[in-house]
């Protein structure tokens, strides 16, 4: 992989290419990381976004709060998949619907955290949803660390080659979350195998290394 260093948030963006999946390593509870994550779902006028958020540890609420206050508008579409105890919107159309409504969020909520097979349905119907309809996709998996908790990592590094193989074909630009101080070693450079560009948070900023 070739490398580059970058003292802020703003460059990480424009050296991350349109439709690549990306594996962000940093804390999970951390101010740079959530403004990168935010950087990396903002990838052009909200207005014609549509947005997939997978989160294990978040409410949809609170996503919704940290975009507003970061965008200052709603996507076109806004998605989300809640997974094990998250709390859902009580705002959100309930699980299962579906919607054409510009700037409407959706909650599925799947509460076996372990199911890979019914996540992955899930958001292959989210996306054969979205093809075709003009929008910039973007997506935030939030996150691999806590997925590790309930599958191991051959089961989970499966699912992650068909998953982002899925995104690939759909030119989704997608992140997904990894705190390495949480996981082995091994673990992380299984996982970093899968990813067009790894962004990094170090001491002294954040650095990018795409294939």
């Known amino acids: 992989m070739k490398s580059e260093g970058h003292g802020g948030n703003e460059p990480v963006l424009d050296a991350v290419e349109r439709g690549s999946s990306v594996l962000l390593l940093a804390p999970s509870i951390h101010a740079a990381t959530d403004d990168a994550c935010l950087g990396l779902l903002s990838v052009d006028d909200p207005r014609e976004q549509d947005v997939l958020w997978v989160t294990y540890t978040r409410s949809p609420d609170d996503c919704i709060q940290d975009w507003l206050a970061h965008a200052g508008e709603r996507p076109r579409n806004l998605q989300f998949v809640s997974v094990g105890e998250t709390t859902r919107s009580a705002s959100a159309a309930s699980g299962g619907g579906s919607s054409t409504r510009p700037g409407d969020e959706l909650v599925e909520t799947l509460t076996s955290p372990g199911d890979l097979t019914g996540l ?15 929008n910039e996709a973007v997506a935030c998996f939030d996150s691999l660390t806590a997925l590790l908790q309930y599958a191991d990592l051959q089961t989970v590094y499966k699912f992650l080659h068909v998953l982002t193989g899925r995104f690939d074909a759909a030119d989704v630009t997608a992140h997904f979350h990894l705190d390495p101080d949480a996981c082995d070693q091994q673990t992380v450079s299984t996982l970093t195998s899968l990813f067009d560009t790894v962004v990094e948070l170090e001491e002294d900023g954040w650095t990018v290394r795409s294939r």
């Open 120 to 134: 992955g349905i899930t958001l292959s119907e989210i996306l054969k949803e979205w093809d075709g309809d003009g």
